[in-house]
C-alpha cells in the first residue's frame, strides 16, 4: 500500500501514518504544518488542501487516500474557512484521484453533521448540522458521493467519530484537565448526561480494519466510539483521579453557571481569543446527552479494543507527564489558501 495521507501530521493524522508505517506501508503526507518526524520511506509535501495542483502531484504513485486534513476548532474559524478546507478541500483530493485513477479515498468526517439533539444518532438519522464545522463536513460527504456515483468501482469509506481522545491532544478533553487540575473547581449541573467518547489507538486500528474489508465499492459511512458511555460526572471523577485531585469541588445549578460564563463570551468574541470558557461548552458538558450509536460498525469490524476507561487513563498519564503547563496548540489553517506548490 502506497496511501496520501491529507492532515498527516495532526493528533489523529499523525497516529495513523505511524500505525500505517508499522504494517509496512510507505506513501505521502500532505499537510501545512511540518511533522515532527517522519517514519522511514515516507515523503512530506508542505501544502494546502484547498490548493489542487499541490494535492494532485502529492497523489502521484499512490493507490488511495486517506483524506484527514480539516478546519476543525470551536473558533478563530470563519465559516467561509470551514467550507474552503472541509468542503474544498474535499474537491481537490477527488479532482487529484481522478487525475490518477485511484479508486479508494476513506474521509474522516464527524459526528457534528448530526447536529444537537440528546438522542442517540445512528447511520439513519438525518443529518441536521447546527454549525459550520458540521455542515462543511457534510457538504465534504456529498463531495464524496457524487465521486462514488460517477463510477461504480469507487469507494468512498466516511467515518464519523465522536470526541477522540487520547496523548498528544490539546482539544476539549485538555482544556477540560486544565481547568480540573486544580485543588478547588466548580462543577455544574447534577452530570448525570452521558458522553460518547473514542480513543485515539482504537478509532486508528478501526480505520484500516475497515479499509481492509474486501469487495468494498461506494459509499460506505460508519460511526465510531468506545463503549459504554460514561456520564458527565463520571469522566469527571476520573479526571480528577488521574490528576491526583481529591475532593468534589463546588457545585453550581446550570443556570448560574450559564449566567457567569456569558461575560468570557462577550470578551473572547471582542479580542478573537477562545478563553475557554462558554454557554456552549457548558451546556455540553453539563446537560447535553452526546451519545452515537455503534451497532453498524460493531457488527463488521472486530478488532482487539482497548477499554474506554484505560485509554482515558493513558490520555490522563500523557497530560500529567507531558502535557500540564503547556499551551494548547492549535492549527488554525489561514483564511485564504495558500499556493505553495507555485
Same mark, same amino acid.
Given at each position: 500500500?502506497?496511501?496520501?495521507?491529507?492532515?498527516?501530521?495532526?493528533?489523529?493524522?499523525?497516529?495513523?501514518?505511524?500505525?500505517?508505517?508499522?504494517?509496512?506501508?510507505?506513501?505521502?503526507?500532505?499537510?501545512?504544518?511540518?511533522?515532527?518526524?517522519?517514519?522511514?520511506?515516507?515523503?512530506?509535501?508542505?501544502?494546502?488542501?484547498?490548493?489542487?495542483?499541490?494535492?494532485?502531484?502529492?497523489?502521484?504513485?499512490?493507490?488511495?487516500?486517506?483524506?484527514?486534513?480539516?478546519?476543525?476548532?470551536?473558533?478563530?474559524?470563519?465559516?467561509?474557512?470551514?467550507?474552503? %478546507?472541509?468542503?474544498?478541500?474535499?474537491?481537490?483530493?477527488?479532482?487529484?484521484?481522478?487525475?490518477?485513477?485511484?479508486?479508494?479515498?476513506?474521509?474522516?468526517?464527524?459526528?457534528?453533521?448530526?447536529?444537537?439533539? !440528546?438522542?442517540? @444518532?445512528?447511520?439513519?438519522?438525518?443529518?441536521?448540522?447546527?454549525?459550520?464545522? #458540521?455542515?462543511?463536513? &457534510?457538504?465534504?460527504?456529498?463531495?464524496?458521493?457524487?465521486?462514488? !456515483?460517477?463510477?461504480?468501482?469507487?469507494?468512498? &469509506?466516511?467515518?464519523?467519530?465522536?470526541?477522540?481522545?487520547?496523548?498528544?491532544?490539546?482539544?476539549?478533553?485538555?482544556?477540560?484537565?486544565?481547568?480540573?487540575?486544580?485543588?478547588?473547581? %466548580?462543577?455544574?449541573?447534577?452530570?448525570?448526561?452521558?458522553?460518547?467518547?473514542?480513543?485515539?489507538?482504537?478509532?486508528?486500528?478501526?480505520?484500516?480494519?475497515?479499509?481492509?474489508?474486501?469487495?468494498?465499492?461506494?459509499?460506505?459511512?460508519?460511526?465510531?466510539?468506545?463503549?459504554?458511555?460514561?456520564?458527565?460526572?463520571?469522566?469527571?471523577?476520573?479526571?480528577?483521579?488521574?490528576?491526583?485531585?481529591?475532593?468534589?469541588?463546588?457545585?453550581?445549578?446550570?443556570?448560574?453557571?450559564?449566567?457567569?460564563?456569558?461575560?468570557?463570551?462577550?470578551?473572547?468574541?471582542?479580542? #478573537?481569543?477562545?478563553?475557554?470558557?462558554?454557554?456552549?461548552?457548558?451546556?455540553?458538558?453539563?446537560?447535553?446527552?452526546?451519545?452515537?450509536?455503534?451497532?453498524?460498525?460493531?457488527?463488521?469490524?472486530?478488532?482487539?479494543?482497548?477499554?474506554?476507561?484505560?485509554?482515558?487513563?493513558?490520555?490522563?498519564?500523557?497530560?500529567?507527564?507531558?502535557?500540564?503547563?503547556?499551551?494548547?496548540? @492549535?492549527?488554525?489553517?489561514?483564511?485564504?489558501?495558500?499556493?505553495? !506548490?507555485?
Amino acid at each position: 500500500m502506497k496511501p496520501l495521507v491529507t492532515g498527516g501530521t495532526g493528533f489523529i493524522g499523525t497516529a495513523l501514518v505511524e500505525r500505517l508505517a508499522r504494517s509496512g506501508a510507505t506513501g505521502v503526507v500532505l499537510d501545512l504544518w511540518a511533522p515532527e518526524t517522519l517514519p522511514e520511506g515516507w515523503r512530506y509535501v508542505c501544502a494546502d488542501v484547498r490548493d489542487g495542483a499541490a494535492v494532485a502531484e502529492a497523489a502521484q504513485g499512490c493507490d488511495g487516500i486517506f483524506h484527514l486534513a480539516a478546519a476543525h476548532h470551536d473558533r478563530g474559524i470563519s465559516s467561509e474557512t470551514y467550507f474552503g %478546507v472541509n468542503r474544498d478541500g474535499t474537491l481537490a483530493v477527488v479532482a487529484a484521484a481522478e487525475s490518477h485513477g485511484i479508486q479508494q479515498i476513506c474521509f474522516l468526517s464527524s459526528v457534528a453533521v448530526y447536529g444537537d439533539g !440528546s438522542h442517540a @444518532k445512528h447511520e439513519q438519522t438525518p443529518p441536521a448540522p447546527s454549525n459550520p464545522y #458540521g455542515a462543511s463536513k &457534510l457538504a465534504a460527504e456529498a463531495v464524496l458521493g457524487a465521486w462514488c !456515483s460517477a463510477d461504480r468501482r469507487r469507494r468512498a &469509506l466516511i467515518i464519523r467519530p465522536t470526541a477522540v481522545i487520547g496523548p498528544n491532544n490539546f482539544a476539549n478533553l485538555f482544556a477540560l484537565c486544565v481547568y480540573l487540575d486544580r485543588p478547588l473547581f %466548580v462543577s455544574v449541573g447534577m452530570g448525570r448526561n452521558h458522553k460518547s467518547l473514542a480513543y485515539l489507538e482504537n478509532l486508528v486500528e478501526a480505520i484500516l480494519v475497515l479499509w481492509g474489508r474486501e469487495g468494498g465499492s461506494g459509499v460506505e459511512v460508519y460511526n465510531y466510539a468506545d463503549k459504554p458511555d460514561l456520564t458527565s460526572s463520571e469522566i469527571i471523577a476520573r479526571i480528577r483521579e488521574g490528576l491526583g485531585r481529591q475532593g468534589p469541588g463546588i457545585r453550581l445549578p446550570l443556570g448560574l453557571a450559564l449566567l457567569g460564563a456569558l461575560p468570557f463570551e462577550v470578551l473572547g468574541n471582542v479580542l #478573537g481569543k477562545d478563553l475557554g470558557i462558554s454557554r456552549n461548552r457548558i451546556q455540553k458538558l453539563a446537560e447535553v446527552n452526546s451519545v452515537v450509536d455503534t451497532a453498524q460498525i460493531q457488527a463488521v469490524c472486530s478488532f482487539p479494543r482497548i477499554p474506554l476507561t484505560e485509554g482515558l487513563r493513558r490520555t490522563l498519564a500523557w497530560y500529567v507527564a507531558e502535557g500540564r503547563g503547556r499551551s494548547p496548540v @492549535k492549527r488554525i489553517p489561514p483564511e485564504q489558501p495558500l499556493q505553495l !506548490s507555485r
